[in-house]
Nanobody, 121 residues
């Protein structure tokens, strides 16, 4: 019932910046958490950053001070500003949310299709 569409990935040199955006659409009654995960080849998917509906944030230790997550509750969007990118940030980045499609439904997880971020050295 909820679709997440990401944009903004690409190729950048080390030290550069990228901004990822994600828009949620569909039958949405309420969204709680919005966030970004990433998965590099041969590695497990890991949480990069997450923000609650109240604005609380949590970051992967290795991106603290470099990445900033933000959301627009009115538009159901979440952005990830990534600065000082490093080759080890190379991965497919997935947008994530927990949402209700009606007021009596439980919060369920939803994923975007992923967007590739490649950081060259």
């Amino acid at each position: 019932q909820v679709q997440l569409v990401e944009s903004g990935g690409g190729l950048v040199q080390a030290g550069g910046s990228l901004r990822l955006s994600c828009a949620a659409s569909g039958s949405i009654f309420s969204i709680n958490a919005l966030g970004w995960y990433r998965q590099a080849p041969g590695k497990q998917r890991e949480l990069v950053a997450i923000i609650t509906s109240g604005g609380r944030t949590n970051y992967l230790d290795s991106v603290k001070g470099r990445f900033t997550i933000s959301r627009d509750n009115a538009k159901n969007t979440v952005d990830l500003q990534m600065n000082s990118l490093k080759p080890e940030d190379t991965a497919v980045y997935y947008c994530y949310c927990t949402a209700q499609w009606r007021d009596v439904s439980p919060f369920a997880p939803y994923w975007g299709q992923g967007t590739q971020v490649t950081v060259s050295s």
